[in-house]
């Protein structure tokens, strides 16, 4: 059941919603703004325009949501292609006009780009730490030789300074459900990814790993290529 499509198609037809809730593993259930994923440029944080004038050559935005950075892209006359898993979100980035919309999981996904984006954490998708490195094994098959990943994460350490830091997993993997209008999703596993532990990763896997930018509120932007 796509519970955030139907919140996110309910804003974009009409301009009005109920609250989508956000339920987690690690508190109390939290609002969710859907006007957030409806953000144009001068609404987008430093991090993401950033990453945005970063993008060459063919570009994937991986976890499009409804278009807002594919759309920028587009407008930069860039070669964008933007796929997501919510059929609800891939009809409406068509309807606000991104040429290159696919409901897609990129898990099966055969094609080759010069810059991958995820961005507003959407690494997170990845779930786990387990399925992070094997990510980043994966998405090798779909970048150029000097193709880069580009990407935005959070250290979440600071959720624990009053709790101690969870035993059995890593402390950045968490657990979310939405819920709109009464109808609650699938919980899904989601991760935040403090700065060593990606370098760390990303050396494992072999790619070389910059940190390109941190916006002073433990969120940052990292850019990968293949080691040769």
Known sequence: MDVFGKALTDIYRTGEADVLWLHNSYGEPEEMPLEFFFRDDEDMPVLELQALHMCEGKVLDIGAGVG??????????????AIDISEAAVNIMKDRGVKKAHVQDI????????????????????????????FLIKIKDLLTPSGQVIFDSSDISYLYEDLPKPQNQYYGEVSY???YKGEKGNWFNWIYIDEETIKAIAEETGWNCELIFDDGEDQYLVRLTQKT
């Open 107 to 134: 898990y099966t996904y055969k094609e080759k780009f010069d810059t991958i984006i995820m961005l507003m954490n959407g690494i997170g998708l990845t779930g786990t730490l387990p399925g992070f490195k094997d």
């Open 68 to 81: 807002s950075h594919a759309l920028l892209l587009q407008a930069f006359n860039i070669d964008v292609t």
């Open 177 to 179: 459900q939405y819920e």
